[in-house]
């Protein structure tokens, strides 16, 4: 099956400082890709609708300042936190959308940034 | 709004029983999804459901789909230590992104 791929798998830094996490598709591409935040025992929550080439739909209350999400190629999105706050510590899960037939779909789903905010 | 729900979102159960999982969405979509998640793990697909009366098996799962009562099933038989783990519905929304349910934490015991 497709292949979604994340990087960095965790990662730690310090409060105020911005942290990109990037989302790639290995063997296909992807015009759409999506980003889920997960707090600890809770559900995937829809960040963000990232469409390659055009700026990024986001979910109502998510901050697009803050939560800043670049899809620059159909296989590469990027969500970069800035000034980072130990609030934004969370699971971060992108998933992108693939073609499984002409009037089908599926997503797969990366295997997730750790993200921990001191 | 499309609001998703599970039930239980808790489920402890013995070796070899047979269980159900539910999971009811509010609005019309054309396809529900169903992933498995273990501890610290991102998704892992287990079924797409994409119309009414949709069955699917693999293993000891079942999965099915109701589109007139907005209804999907998950079904364990005679279950495993191997298949604890947060199970996860979710139904499209427009744009093509998921609407997740609240998860169902599984833990089988012997």
């Known amino acids: 099956g497709a292949v979604v791929s994340q990087h960095p798998s965790r990662v730690i830094c310090k409060s105020g400082t911005s942290v990109k996490i990037e989302c790639r598709s290995l063997?296909?591409?992807?015009?759409?890709m999506f980003w889920y935040r997960q707090f600890p025992k809770q559900s995937l929550m829809l960040m963000a609708t990232?469409?390659?080439?055009?700026?990024?739909?986001?979910e109502q209350g998510v901050e697009k300042d803050k939560f800043l999400i670049n899809h620059a190629s159909l296989t590469l999105s990027t969500l970069t936190v800035t000034s980072a706050h130990p609030e934004d510590s969370s699971f971060y899960i992108c998933?992108?959308?693939?073609?499984?037939?002409?009037?089908?779909?599926?997503?797969?789903f990366g295997p997730g940034t750790r993200l921990t905010v001191l | 709004e499309l609001k998703v729900e599970q039930n239980p979102l808790f489920l402890s159960m013995q070796e070899g029983k047979n269980y159900t999982i539910y999971c009811n969405y509010s609005?019309?979509?054309?396809?529900l999804y169903w992933y498995r998640q273990d501890p610290g793990k991102s998704l892992e697909s287990l079924f797409v459901?994409?119309?009414?009366?949709a069955v699917k098996q693999e293993g000891r799962l079942m999965a099915s789909l109701d589109t007139k009562a907005r209804l999907s099933t998950l079904h364990i038989t005679a279950a495993v230590h191997d298949l604890s783990a947060t199970y996860f519905c979710?139904?499209?929304?427009?744009?093509?992104?998921?609407?997740f349910g609240k998860g169902t934490s599984l833990l089988v015991t012997p």
């Open positions: 998933s992108a959308r693939a073609r499984l037939t002409t009037t089908t779909d599926t997503q797969y």
């Open positions: 990232s469409n390659e080439g055009s700026k990024a739909t986001y």
């Open positions: 063997d296909f591409q992807a015009t759409t």
């Open positions: 609005t019309t979509s054309d396809r």
């Open positions: 979710a139904v499209v929304q427009s744009g093509y992104a998921l609407n």
């Open positions: 459901l994409l119309s009414n009366g």
